[in-house]
Antibody
Framework: EVQLVESGGGLVQPGGSLRLSCAASGFAFRSFWMSWVRQAPGKGLEWVANINQDGSEKHYVDSVKGRFTISRDNAKNSLFLQMNSLRAEDTAVYYC????????WGQGTLVTVSS | DIQMTQSPSSLSASVGDRATITCRASQGIRNDLGWYQQKPGKAPKRLIYDASSLQSGVPSRFSGSGSGTEFTLTISSLQPEDFATYYCLQHNSYPLTFGGGTKVEIK
């Protein structure tokens, strides 16, 4: 069974940093692109970033470029999202998803940016 | 960026009704589109990939069609568990973009 478990969310002040993690199991993690998608409270889904199998190719939505970094550790079946210079508009539930096309999702972790 | 315009934003229907949701892309995206269902407080779940392929385990009352710029998700006979919000996602070019969502409510 495919499992994706996010962690690392919480309350952070504007300008602060947070690192999200996603632990993957039940599939060959190193064979898949991986993605982050977020959802602000009461809003729709927004694709944030994705990364290819060996970490050599990464893509980001414009609003997070230069502030967020996606990475992975295939030896530990883990995906990460380093978030710096956080803004109030980054407040959202962040989901880890398998593949470019998000065929499987984690349960999400809430990030709240507020003073 | 490719804009995905989803309609309607909400629809009210009864159990057993047929429901149709449309996504229009601002430029051609071949069949690089998926459909997702999200229930309140839960993570989204993919229903359809490559515009018309049914995800394993998803009931056959769900179907997808279209290519290029116009796509449709059809639920042939709404069941109580289908009342949820539905999104399309284009993965033809970066940044990937979702439609605004369609909330399917019980009439």
């Amino acid at each position: 069974e495919v499992q994706l478990v996010e962690s690392g969310g919480g309350l952070v002040q504007p300008g602060g940093s947070l690192r999200l993690s996603c632990a993957a199991s039940g599939f060959a993690f190193r064979s898949f692109w991986m993605s982050w998608v977020r959802q602000a409270p009461g809003k729709g889904l927004e694709w944030v970033a994705n990364i290819n199998q060996d970490g050599s190719e990464k893509h980001y939505v414009d609003s997070v470029k230069g502030r967020f970094t996606i990475s992975r550790d295939n030896a530990k079946n883990s995906l990460f999202l380093q978030m710096n210079s956080l803004r109030a508009e980054d407040t959202a539930v962040y989901y880890c998803a398998r593949g470019v096309t998000a065929g499987a999702w984690g349960q999400g972790t809430l990030v709240t940016v507020s003073s | 960026d490719i804009q995905m315009t989803q309609s309607p934003s909400s629809l009210s229907a009864s159990v057993g009704d047929r429901a149709t949701i449309t996504c229009r892309a601002s430029q051609g995206i071949r069949n690089d589109l998926g459909w997702y269902q999200q229930k309140p407080g839960k993570a989204p779940k993919r229903l359809i990939y490559d515009a018309s392929s049914l995800q394993s385990g998803v009931p056959s009352r769900f179907s997808g069609s279209g290519s290029g710029t116009e796509f449709t998700l059809t639920i042939s006979s709404l069941q109580p568990e289908d009342f949820a919000t539905y999104y399309c996602l284009q993965h033809n070019s970066y940044p990937l973009t979702f439609g605004g969502g369609t909330k399917v409510e019980i009439k």
